[in-house]
């Protein structure tokens, strides 16, 4: 009817459809390899640490969605391998502070050269602290001068 073996040409094209759409049981990438399983086991293993810290000290979780230097930690971390020891809290209360602070004059002072430029306004009609206490905005405007 269509093909010289005998077979109808539907039943021939029917199979030829099958068989690509099924995936092959043999041949690379068939079943997952040992390592993607142990990488696996592996992230499983580091995320459930993640966790452990995040919620032992009740960090808010939407800090790996919101904090836009969470993920830059993590890559810092993996760059420098196994056995990577994290800094100290003399060393983040020190040092590590002090340029973080540094760094964020340096581009404060750059954004006031702007206002000589183009200009700036501040607008606030007041604010309470912590305690509920009304707050004056002159105090904080001082503060940028």
């Known amino acids: ?13 029917s199979v030829n459809t099958r068989s690509s759409f099924f995936v092959p049981r ?4 068939a ?6 399983l142990v990488k696996r ?4 293993e580091a995320d459930r640490v993640m966790g452990r810290c995040i919620f032992w000290s009740d960090l808010p979780l939407n800090i790996t969605k919101t904090n836009p230097f969470w993920q830059l ?16 809290y003399e060393k983040l209360r020190g040092p590590i502070l002090h340029a973080e602070k540094q760094d964020i004059n340096s581009r404060l002072a750059e954004l006031k050269k702007t206002w000589e430029v183009i200009g ?9 602290d912590r305690k ?3 707050q004056d905005p002159s105090k904080f405007l001082g503060t940028l001068s």
């Open 1 to 13: 009817m269509g093909s010289t073996t005998g077979t109808p040409s539907h039943a021939t094209a």
């Open 26 to 29: 043999t041949g690379a990438g």
């Open 31 to 36: 079943q997952p390899g040992i390592k993607s």
């Open 41 to 44: 086991k592996e992230k499983q």
């Open 73 to 88: 930690m993590c890559d810092a971390i993996a760059i420098v391998g196994p056995g990577y020891k994290s800094a100290t």
């Open 120 to 128: 700036c306004t501040v607008m606030s009609d007041g604010w309470t």
């Open 132 to 134: 509920g206490r009304s």
